[in-house]
């Protein structure tokens, strides 16, 4: 069973930075892909970013540029460094796990992100 944990929301100004993490536990063996999900009031969950246990990486157009993820073996921790953040970024976050051979998903209890003046 894989846990996850979220951490690293909050408040900021447009055109600010935050970094998000998510510290995962009871992950054995390779083949999977972390990532992060935003879902906005009234809207839809979406894919922000994923990065492969092999180190692909994949973003939404809306982040590129912007959003960086990355992976922390030694502490099973995943990154989401979020850079020149903008109101339409306001978004509950959340952390996923799947495993890729057979699809298993596990998720955060999501972080809240409120990019505002």
């Known amino acids: 069973q894989v846990q996850l944990v979220e951490s690293g929301g909050g408040l900021v100004q447009p055109g600010g930075s935050l970094r998000l993490s998510c510290a995962a536990s009871?992950?054995?063996?390779?083949?999977?892909?972390m990532g992060w999900y935003r879902q906005a009031p009234g809207k839809q969950r979406e894919l922000v970013a994923t990065?492969?246990?092999?180190?692909?990486?994949e973003f939404a157009d809306s982040v590129k540029g912007r959003f960086t993820i990355s992976r922390e073996n030694a502490k099973n921790t995943l990154y989401l460094q979020m850079n020149s953040l903008k109101p339409e970024d306001t978004a509950v976050y959340y952390c996923?796990?799947?495993?890729?051979?057979?699809?298993?998903?596990?998720w955060g209890q999501g972080t809240q992100v409120t990019v505002s003046a």
């Open positions: 990065i492969t246990s092999s180190d692909y990486t």
């Open positions: 009871g992950i054995i063996g390779n083949f999977y892909v």
């Open positions: 996923n796990f799947r495993w890729l051979y057979n699809g298993v998903n596990y």
